[in-house]
């Protein structure tokens, strides 16, 4: 079956420019994530949905961070003016459930890799 | 805050030699504490999870014991195969009802023949 899927796998941008970074969550998945990964690093949560409701962007790192997931499926996350720190992997994982469900379960995505240059 | 400290890595053993990964975590309420494995080329996917205190997760041969007295959930193979290696993460779930899940930093693990 499809899990998580993203795209791009890879993203190259110039420091300044903004991007988008596109997952497609299970079909039928009430919660989705996105997760940034620095090298070496765990993943750092950044924000959460319940279907098209954003609950928690606790850990986007700045306003320049907008994640959006308009029809309950699929999300975008953004990143206006890149800058060099934003380079890492930023992980998408969606789940059955409503988070803080004990008996639920996070399928993440391959990860999308950024580079700033 | 919740968080979560792991062994640094990486950890080097033999084919059939004994793993231990060790976790300790600080949490406030009732978290879920998880062990994720990235395997070379592949996505995050969990290994396995404990809900509560005393709870013992298993699979593919590894064990964790959710340690609430120590604050700990230490990871363990009796006999690992060179098909473990991987990057292994401990994690937690917010334990008050919030959303976030907060990993550790990793452990790799390398496993020769």
């Known amino acids: 079956g499809a899990g998580v899927s993203q795209s791009p796998r890879y993203k190259v941008a110039k420091r300044g420019q903004d991007v988008a970074l596109r997952c497609d969550p299970i079909?039928?998945?009430?919660?989705l994530f996105w997760y940034q990964q620095a090298l070496g690093q765990g993943p750092e949560f950044l924000t959460y949905?319940?279907?098209?409701?954003?609950?928690?962007k606790s850990g986007l790192p700045s306003d320049r961070f907008f994640a959006e997931r308009p029809e309950g499926s699929v999300s975008t996350l953004k990143i206006q003016r890149t800058q060099q720190e934003d380079s890492a992997v930023y992980l998408c994982?969606?789940?059955?459930?409503?988070?803080?469900?004990?008996?639920?379960?996070?399928?993440f995505g391959p990860g999308t890799r950024l580079t700033v240059l | 805050g919740n968080s979560v400290t792991q062994m640094e890595g990486p950890v080097t053993l033999s084919e059939e030699a004994f793993l231990t990964i060790n976790c300790t975590y600080t949490?406030?309420?009732?978290?879920?504490l998880f062990w994720y494995v990235q395997y070379p080329g592949e996505g995050l996917q969990l290994l396995l999870k404990?809900?509560?205190?005393?709870d013992k997760g298993s699979n593919k041969g590894f064990e964790a014991t959710y340690r609430k007295e120590t604050t700990s959930f230490h990871l363990e193979k009796g006999s690992v195969q060179v098909s473990d290696s991987a990057v292994y993460f401990c994690?937690?779930?917010?334990?008050?009802?919030?959303?976030?899940?907060?990993f550790g930093a990793g452990t790799r693990l390398f496993v020769k023949a």
């Open positions: 404990a809900t509560k205190a005393d």
């Open positions: 994690a937690l779930s917010d334990g008050t009802g919030g959303f976030k899940t907060i």
């Open positions: 949490a406030t309420g009732y978290p879920s």
């Open positions: 994982a969606s789940s059955l459930r409503v988070a803080g469900d004990s008996t639920d379960t996070q399928y």
């Open positions: 079909s039928g998945h009430v919660s």
């Open positions: 949905f319940q279907n098209e409701a954003q609950l928690d």
